[in-house]
T-cell receptor, first 115, second 114 residues
Framework: GAVVSQHPSWVICKSGTSVKIECRSLDFQATTMFWYRQFPKQSLMLMATSNEGSKATYEQGVEKDKFLINHASLTLSTLTVTSAHPEDSSFYIC???????????FGPGTRLTVT | AQSVAQPEDQVNVAEGNPLTVKCTYSVSGNPYLFWYVQYPNRGLQFLLKYITGDNLVKGSYGFEAEFNKSQTSFHLKKPSALVSDSALYFCAVRDGGGFQKLVFGTGTRLLVSP
């Protein structure tokens, strides 16, 4: 149980285009989902927290107009990187939680490369 | 603010030997502590957590962690390392805010040699 999937697992896009990453909780309802970014050999940096049906809460320094997050249902959250640039290349990981006080379950990650 | 520190970038151990990956924490209030493992190009897998109760917490894959309040530590341990344990290990603490976010340490790479 408690499986989280991400799609795609890797994506290459050209600079200036937008790319959407999906995060799904497969066997549970996720009231809260988190989006992280991980640079090579570094820790996870939280980008934003989203609750189903509400606007996402972004961490300081994260551009909300660049990283659009939509938590449309209890099993799906999407991260759209708009007007991508090479510096947006990174490993993006989502996690989901059933409710307050519960642990987070992580997706397998999406590697984004912007050329 | 809650934080955790992992003082070692890398830990090397021979297969069959015991391993310890260190983590210290700084929190206000009761600490909610976690260990996760990450294999290359993969997301994080939950190993174990400490919320309350026994100071020795047992988790997945034979790992355990010892909560020490006086030393503010939560070290990850395993009695006998396997080559397949080689991975990146993260200690995390739950933030006390409304979203109860996780704050991660910088990670420790464990290399188990045959």
């Amino acid at each position: 149980g408690a499986v989280v999937s991400q799609h795609p697992s890797w994506v290459i896009c050209k600079s200036g285009t937008s790319v959407k990453i999906e995060c799904r909780s497969l066997d549970f309802q996720a009231t809260t989902m988190f989006w992280y970014r991980q640079f090579p050999k570094q820790s996870l940096m939280l980008m934003a927290t989203s609750n189903e049906g509400s606007k996402a809460t972004y961490e300081q320094g994260v551009e909300k107009d660049k990283f659009l997050i939509n938590h449309a249902s209890l099993t799906l959250s999407t991260l759209t990187v708009t007007s991508a640039h090479p510096e947006d290349s990174s490993f993006y990981i989502c996690s989901a939680r059933t409710g307050t006080g519960e642990e987070q379950y992580f997706g397998p990650g999406t590697r984004l490369t912007v050329t | 603010a809650q934080s955790v520190a992992q003082p070692e970038d890398q830990v090397n151990v021979a297969e069959g030997n015991p391993l310890t990956v260190k983590c210290t924490y700084s929190v206000s209030g009761n600490p909610y502590l976690f260990w996760y493992v990450q294999y290359p190009n993969r997301g994080l897998q939950f190993l174990l957590k400490y919320i309350t109760g026994d100071n020795l917490v047992k988790g997945s894959y034979g790992f355990e962690a010892e909560f020490n309040k006086s030393q503010t530590s939560f070290h990850l341990k395993k009695p006998s390392a396997l080559v397949s344990d080689s991975a990146l290990y993260f200690c995390a603490v739950r933030d006390g805010g409304g979203f109860q976010k996780l704050v991660f340490g910088t990670g420790t790479r464990l290399l188990v040699s045959p």
